[in-house]
Every structure is written in structure tokens, then in C-alpha cells.
């Protein structure tokens, strides 16, 4: 973008969330912490397919800027959908990686997106279902951190920073542009 705008930014976050497992015949929740561990051990974000249209499975992204993130996030035990956990990109790598920002339309109104594109579609119902807010990216099938030219890595605390550092994968070590500590970031904006 070749103007500021401080409601815009040029980099894209895939937040994590936490996620219940059937292991055993018992549902296991698992930490949103846990995730984030999974995708710098494994060196990939997995897509999902959880409000994915279509037969593609893809990986979500928010443009949302830094400062706004405590409007879109919340630290445990809040209730909320996203923690402060996760993966900041450029716009432009991600561009180049295949996430495009998605459609929103009625479902009605999208059946003219052909159905190996219907992941990039969103649901949006006017004062029923709205999830504009979330100024959402997507990228069909998963994301190879490798690939990418560098990212940032989300997190609440310092010591979970030491922790990450630890498990991280081999190969993605020198993609790591920086931590961000959300819980010192927030209190900033």
C-alpha cells in the first residue's frame, strides 16, 4: 500500500483458537497455545475446513492491524473466538502463497463462483449473519512456512516466547522475523 492508512495494514494474521478433540470416547479441549506450538513444530499452517465452503480446505487470515487485535482477540478465561496466539505475514508474501481476501455474499447470490473456488466465499446475510469484521483472507490448502520469505510469531508472554523458541522446526528457525508478546503489545494501543 503506498498510503497510510491507519484502518488498513500490510501484513495478514492467522490467529489460533482452542480445539476439541474426540480421543478416547472423551472430548479433549486443547489450548489455543497448543496449536500454535503444532504449527512452528510441524513448520505449516494446516488448512481446515470449519466454515469452508466447497470440497477445499483452507487457511484463514485476518488483515486486522496490530492495534486493533484486542478487539478480535482475548487472553484465557475470557470467552472468545480468537487468543493471542499465531502467525503474522506480509500481504504481499501471502499474495504471492495463493490467499486472496474472500467474498462476502449471501450464499443465495454465489452461485456463480465455481466450486473449486467456493473456499474464498463467506457467508453475509445483512443484520443476520456478519463476519466482515474479520477482514478475512484465505489461502486454499495449507501454508508451507518455508516458503514464505519470513513471518512474526504471536504469543501472550515472554515465557511462552522461551518455550516456542525450543520446539520450533529446523527448517522455518530463520523465517522468524520476531516475537510479539500480546500481553505487553495491547497495553501500547
Not at 499452517?45 to 487457511?59: D, F, H, L, M, S
Not at 492491524?65 to 473466538?81: C, D, G, N, W
Not at 474464498?120 to 495449507?142: A, M, N, P
Amino acid at each position: 500500500m503506498d498510503n497510510f492508512r491507519p484502518d488498513f495494514t500490510n501484513s495478514l494474521v492467522h490467529l489460533t483458537r482452542e480445539k476439541t478433540d474426540l480421543e478416547a470416547d472423551e472430548w479433549v479441549k486443547h489450548p489455543a497455545f497448543e496449536s500454535l506450538k503444532n504449527i512452528l513444530a510441524e513448520g505449516k499452517i494446516n488448512g481446515g475446513t470449519g466454515y469452508i465452503k466447497g470440497p477445499n480446505k483452507a487457511v484463514c487470515f485476518s488483515e486486522i492491524p496490530l492495534s486493533s487485535m484486542k478487539l478480535f482477540a482475548r487472553p484465557e478465561p475470557e470467552e472468545a473466538r480468537y487468543r493471542f496466539y499465531g502467525i503474522c505475514i506480509s500481504k504481499m508474501a501471502a499474495f504471492e502463497c495463493g490467499t486472496r481476501p474472500v467474498i462476502y455474499l449471501p450464499d443465495n447470490e454465489g452461485d456463480w463462483i465455481p466450486s473449486d473456488e467456493k473456499w474464498r466465499h463467506v457467508r453475509f446475510e445483512y443484520g443476520v449473519v456478519d463476519f466482515t469484521f474479520e477482514r478475512e483472507w484465505r489461502k486454499k490448502g495449507d501454508i508451507d512456512l518455508r516458503k514464505v520469505p519470513g513471518f512474526y510469531v504471536i504469543n501472550w508472554n515472554p515465557i511462552e516466547t522461551e518455550q516456542l523458541k525450543k520446539i520450533i522446526h529446523e527448517d522455518i528457525k530463520d523465517k522468524v522475523l520476531g516475537y510479539l508478546p500480546m500481553a505487553h503489545l495491547i497495553q501500547m494501543f
